[in-house]
C-alpha cells in the first residue's frame, strides 16, 4: 500500500511556473511508476505526465512537452511535476497516482493501470 499527497498547487499568472510535489508514504515507492492527472471544470481526467520506476523513462501528453517536466526521487519517495510557461488552459486539479508494474523501464499513461492516487490540488492559470 502507498499513500500520495500532493502540494505546491496554487494561482499563477499565465507564462509563470509552479513545482508540483507528491509524497509516498511505505517503503515501496520504488516499485511504481508515477503519474500526473489532471481533470478542468466539466471535463474528465486526463493524462499530463508519467515516469517509470527507475526514473529513466518518462511520457507526456502533447499538450504539455517542452513545458512540464516530471522527475522522482527515490530516496526521498516524492515525484514532481515542473510546470513553466503555464497557460489558461492548464487550469485543473491535478492528481499524482502510483502504478505497480513488474517493469523497471515501463511508463504508462493509462488510468486504470493506476491503482493508488492523491486527493488533488488545484492549478489556477489567470490570464
Known amino acids: 500500500q502507498v499513500q500520495l499527497v500532493e502540494s505546491g498547487g496554487g494561482l499563477v499568472q499565465a507564462g509563470g511556473s509552479l513545482r508540483l510535489s507528491c509524497a509516498a508514504s511505505?517503503?515501496?515507492?520504488?516499485?511504481?511508476?508515477m503519474g500526473w492527472f489532471r481533470q478542468a471544470p466539466g471535463k474528465g481526467r486526463e493524462f499530463v505526465a508519467g515516469?517509470?520506476?527507475?526514473?529513466?523513462?518518462?511520457d507526456y501528453a502533447d499538450s504539455v512537452k517542452g513545458r512540464f517536466t516530471i522527475s522522482r526521487d527515490n530516496v526521498k519517495n516524492t515525484v514532481y511535476l515542473q510546470m513553466n510557461s503555464l497557460k489558461p488552459e492548464d487550469t485543473a486539479v491535478y492528481y499524482c497516482?502510483?502504478?505497480?508494474?513488474?517493469?523497471?523501464?515501463?511508463?504508462?499513461?493509462?488510468?486504470?493501470?493506476?491503482?493508488?492516487w492523491g486527493q488533488g490540488t488545484q492549478v489556477t492559470v489567470s490570464s
Open positions: 511505505g517503503r515501496t515507492f520504488s516499485s511504481y511508476a
Open positions: 515516469i517509470s520506476r527507475s526514473g529513466g523513462n518518462t
Open positions: 497516482a502510483a502504478a505497480r508494474l513488474s517493469s523497471m523501464l515501463l511508463v504508462t499513461p493509462t488510468e486504470l493501470n493506476y491503482d493508488h
